[in-house]
Each structure stands twice: as C-alpha cells, then as structure tokens.
C-alpha cells in the first residue's frame, strides 16, 4: 500500500486525475484493525473478482492518510474514490458537499468500541482533564474520536459546552499516539485511539486505563468507521461500485466465519508486528460486529446538527448513505 507524506501529498492534490471510467477504484484507509474488511478485500482480490463477475477488469489503487480532514481533502480533490474514515468527516463532508458533490456513505467497515485512554492516575472521568492533559486523536474537531469527545462532553456540561475539551487535545496519527502513550515522559498523556492500538496501550503501559468508552457516549454498539464517495464516482461506475460493495460483504462474511484466517490477514497486510493473539482477541470480542450495514450512527448526527457543526439536518441515517442492498438494514 502506497503511503503518503504530507507534501506529497499535497502534491497529488494539485496533479490529481480524474476518476476513470468503469474499471478502476482507488480507496484511502487508515490505521488500525478497524480496516480489517479492506486488508481480506485486499489479501483475497474480492474486488477484482466481483468485477469480473460483472464483466468489468478492476484495477484496484490504495492508499494510506491519517485523519479525517486529509481523507476528505484528497476525496473532494479526486485524489481518491473511495474514502475510509470516521462518522464525524463523513458527515461534515456530507453537509459540505450537499448540492455539489454529494458525498455520501458506502458501507460501513463495523462497529467497534473506541477508548478514551489516559496515563494520568488522576483521569477518572472526563470531568478529571485539565490542562495538564494532552489528548492524541486523528484530526482536531473532525475525527469520529473529537466528535464523540464533543458529545461526550456536551452530555455533561450541555450543549453550549460541546467544545469544552477540545483545548486538550491534539492531532497525531494512530500509530504515533500509541508509542507515546506506552513509553511515556512525553506531553501526550492520552490517546482517543482504535484498535489495536487502545489495547497495546491497556497492555503496555501500567497506568493506562480506559477514561471513556465510545459505546457508553453513543448509546451502545455503533459503527465509527465507514466508506464514503461523491455521487458523480457511484453513478459513473456503476459496475465497479456494485463489485466494491459485493466484496465488502464476502470480506464481511470472511471474518465472521473465520477469525484465525482474519488476524493473520491483518497481520500481513498492515506489515504490523502486534502480537497474534491481541488481534484475535479484538476480533473475537463480542463488542465487535464486522458488518458493512451502518449501526446507530443517527444520534451523532442529530448532535452534530444540534449544535451547529453541521448545517443541513438528516430525516435519518438514509440521508447520508447511499442506498444499497448491502446496508439496507442499516442505522
């Protein structure tokens, strides 16, 4: 998987093509296990295998961001077709876009249980952060991770104080947030991570405990991470969108079926060195759905629009998704 720096980037952007026709998909990811669907599309060809039983030949391009603010950037530039980030970009690309480019979600990549993780015995709760606390997550006020931190904070202190803790935090990926947090002795104190990258800090560092669960701000089990792509892309590749979606839901049914097959699937892919059995574990927990049908993802949005961070109001999930026969039970 092609990875790019900041300048390139932005280089990209400035040069990028636009989306050919039928036959070609290029699709951002981020870091963590939550893209396990995209690594079995990838590890099994299950795009270019729906594509053929279409009829259609799909050369698949991928690329890895952090953040969703970078995502939507190289989304709403053509850089890419296929976005992978949290509820809170899409949604903020959704409102941005309506009318124009009308960006909407695909699929949803599963429900997973996100931690708000801290180092400081004093962080109970967080009624407990104060200045002296430095919160890592993927993107300032965009990422699912701010949002929910946005709710989770509005729920305590209303509506008016939604942004109240966004003074503590600060943009850094995944990856680099988790080494800090497990080494210690850096002004990162906490991280409002993913998997695996919550667990390794549970597990390598001593005073990392969980300050906050995502489940327990949104009501319960609800999709974090999803796919998105302009409404141009979906109607001017309608075979390759299908194949796409097709695939998702093999690599959805992959996992379920076969957790072992999945975790080494990760592993290979992402190149990444965490332990086996982490990755078993996480996939294992019953917290966790692998499924392409986005889950409770509405109350975000109402909250978003609530207070002001997004202009247009959603009747309901619908109005954000495409409609597909794979999501079709949706939330």
Same mark, same amino acid.
């Given at each position: 998987m092609f990875k790019l720096t900041a300048a390139t980037l932005a280089l990209s952007f400035a040069f990028a093509?636009?989306?050919?026709?039928?036959?070609?998909? @290029?699709?951002?990811?981020?870091? %963590?296990? #939550?893209?396990?669907l995209l690594n079995v599309a990838q590890d099994q060809q299950l795009i270019e295998k729906q594509g053929k039983k279409l009829g259609v030949d799909i050369t698949v391009e991928r690329l890895q961001l952090s953040g969703g603010s970078a995502v939507n950037d190289a989304l709403l530039s053509g850089a890419i077709d296929i976005a992978g980030? /949290? #509820?809170?970009?899409?949604?903020?690309?959704?409102? @941005?876009?309506? /009318?124009?480019?009308?960006?909407?979600? #695909?699929?949803?990549?599963g429900s997973f249980p996100y931690y708000l993780v801290s180092t400081n015995p004093k962080v109970k709760s967080i009624t407990d952060l104060t200045e002296k606390d430095r919160i890592a997550l993927p993107a300032v006020t965009v990422s699912v991770q701010s949002r929910i931190?946005?709710?989770?904070?509005?729920k305590q202190w209303g509506d008016k104080e939604f942004a109240r803790l966004d003074k503590f935090t600060q943009t850094l990926p995944h990856p680099d947030a988790a080494?800090?947090?497990?080494?210690? /002795?850096?002004?990162?104190n906490g991280h409002f991570g993913n998997p695996p990258f919550q667990e390794q800090e549970l597990a390598g560092n001593?005073?990392?405990?969980?300050?906050?669960?995502?489940?327990?701000?949104?009501?319960?089990?609800?999709?974090?991470? &999803?796919?998105?792509?302009?409404?141009?892309?979906?109607?001017?590749?309608?075979?390759?969108?299908?194949?796409?979606?097709?695939?998702?839901?093999?690599?959805?049914?992959?996992?379920?079926?076969?957790?072992? %097959?999945a975790a080494d699937?990760?592993?290979?892919?992402?190149?990444?060195?965490?332990?086996?059995?982490?990755?078993?574990?996480?996939?294992?927990?019953?917290? #966790?759905?692998?499924? &392409?049908?986005?889950?409770?993802?509405?109350?975000?949005?109402?909250?978003?629009y609530r &207070?002001?961070?997004?202009?247009?109001?959603?009747?309901?999930?619908?109005?954000y998704f495409f409609e597909d026969p794979v999501i079709v039970h949706g939330s």
């Amino acid at each position: 998987m092609f990875k790019l720096t900041a300048a390139t980037l932005a280089l990209s952007f400035a040069f990028a093509a636009p989306a050919y026709a039928e036959g070609r998909i @290029r699709i951002a990811e981020q870091f %963590g296990v #939550v893209y396990l669907l995209l690594n079995v599309a990838q590890d099994q060809q299950l795009i270019e295998k729906q594509g053929k039983k279409l009829g259609v030949d799909i050369t698949v391009e991928r690329l890895q961001l952090s953040g969703g603010s970078a995502v939507n950037d190289a989304l709403l530039s053509g850089a890419i077709d296929i976005a992978g980030a /949290g #509820v809170g970009p899409l949604l903020t690309i959704w409102d @941005r876009t309506n /009318g124009r480019q009308n960006v909407k979600g #695909v699929a949803s990549l599963g429900s997973f249980p996100y931690y708000l993780v801290s180092t400081n015995p004093k962080v109970k709760s967080i009624t407990d952060l104060t200045e002296k606390d430095r919160i890592a997550l993927p993107a300032v006020t965009v990422s699912v991770q701010s949002r929910i931190l946005q709710y989770a904070a509005a729920k305590q202190w209303g509506d008016k104080e939604f942004a109240r803790l966004d003074k503590f935090t600060q943009t850094l990926p995944h990856p680099d947030a988790a080494a800090a947090v497990i080494a210690g /002795g850096t002004e990162i104190n906490g991280h409002f991570g993913n998997p695996p990258f919550q667990e390794q800090e549970l597990a390598g560092n001593p005073n990392a405990h969980i300050v906050l669960n995502s489940y327990d701000v949104l009501g319960g089990p609800s999709s974090a991470t &999803v796919l998105y792509a302009t409404e141009k892309f979906r109607n001017e590749n309608p075979k390759t969108y299908r194949a796409f979606t097709a695939a998702l839901a093999e690599a959805a049914q992959y996992v379920a079926k076969n957790p072992e %097959g999945a975790a080494d699937t990760y592993l290979r892919i992402s190149k990444s060195k965490v332990d086996r059995e982490l990755i078993l574990k996480i996939i294992k927990n019953p917290q #966790v759905n692998f499924s &392409v049908a986005p889950q409770n993802t509405y109350g975000l949005a109402q909250f978003l629009y609530r &207070v002001g961070a997004i202009k247009k109001q959603p009747a309901s999930w619908r109005d954000y998704f495409f409609e597909d026969p794979v999501i079709v039970h949706g939330s």
